[in-house]
């Protein structure tokens, strides 16, 4: 070992670098980084000090995700262009990524502000009779995207994951975000639906923005009577009717189609005993 050269142990080479002692090893072992100096009696490794300069550099790429491959060749032929044509790819990537996981992370929110107000209604039922869970709210106006179809014999028991499925489609189709639950309207005359009629059904999702095209519209602004139903889908007509008589006795009456948002959906949980839908009566005050 020349006095003139400093040289500096793994251990200590882990420490002034921050990387681990395992990791220097393996760099030595696949050869990115070989110790410059072992000592023939003991076999301790010492790297020179310009080997440091080029850990510094191996640690940066690899806290970016960069390969060990690609690391290698950049190390190897000292080349800077080929460095930032690597980084500008790997920076491409991460941006990437991070869009993905931006999505993701919108859709958990989205799935877990639904799943507590599910959590909600189902601790009110445990303490409370159903029919407090009607009541007089202003409908917020949200953007959606729809369709609307004639389904014939109908059935309101059934639940149709191919209208889901569209929806969310055709959101995708014009690049956008889906930003809330699932919304049925019936455009027929009250509980219409429930006898085997043909249905005037429009199905609609809330999104981010509105687009031109007949699909696109607002819904709510409006104000109305809600029941949240808990359980079977086939069972809520029982709940239609609650709604209805107490809006009756509230002294409104029925001002517009009546829809139902599904609040937690078969394809939230399999439970149908834990399936949560809010049903919105559109209302004005009796004689006006």
């Known amino acids: 070992m020349s006095e003139q050269t400093k040289y500096y142990s793994i251990g200590k080479a882990s420490s002034i670098c921050d990387v681990p002692i395992k990791t220097l090893r393996y760099y030595d ?3 990115l980084l070989v110790p410059q100096y072992r000592k023939a009696d003991s076999g301790y490794r010492y790297y ?3 080997q440091l300069l080029t850990l ?3 640690r940066k790429l690899r806290l970016l995700g960069i390969s060990l491959k690609d690391i290698q060749q950049i190390i190897s032929n000292c080349d800077c262009a080929a460095m930032e044509r690597c980084v500008v790819s790997r920076m ?3 941006s990437q990524n991070i869009q993905e996981m931006q999505e993701q992370l919108s859709i958990g929110e989205k799935l877990l502000q639904r799943l507590k107000t599910g959590n909600i209604f189902l601790q009110i039922k445990e303490k409370q009779d159903q029919n407090d869970l009607i009541q007089i709210e202003k409908i917020p106006v949200s953007n959606v995207i729809s369709t609307r179809k004639i389904k014939l014999n109908y059935q309101n028991s059934d639940v149709s994951i191919d209208r889901w ?7 995708k189709k014009h690049n956008l975000k889906t930003t809330g639950s699932i919304i049925l309207t019936y455009h027929n005359k009250p509980l219409e639906q429930f006898y085997n009629k043909d249905c005037d059904l429009e199905s609609c999702i809330q999104v981010e923005e509105l687009k031109t095209g007949n699909e696109f519209k607002q819904f709510g602004g409006f104000l109305a009577a809600t029941a949240i139903h808990i359980g079977k889908n086939e069972e809520i007509i029982q709940t239609h009717v609650k709604a209805i008589r107490w809006l009756k006795q509230q002294g409104y009456m029925i001002d517009g ?9 078969p394809i939230d949980v399999s439970d149908e005993d834990q399936h949560i839908t809010k049903i919105i009566i559109p209302i004005k005050k009796a004689g006006k």
Do not use: C, F, M
């Open 29 to 31: 072992q696949i050869g």
């Open 48 to 50: 020179e000090h310009t």
């Open 257 to 265: 189609p009546i829809s139902e948002e599904y609040i937690v959906s």
């Open 92 to 94: 491409n990537q991460i």
């Open 165 to 171: 499925s569209e929806l969310i489609e055709l959101a």
């Open 56 to 58: 510094h550099i191996i």
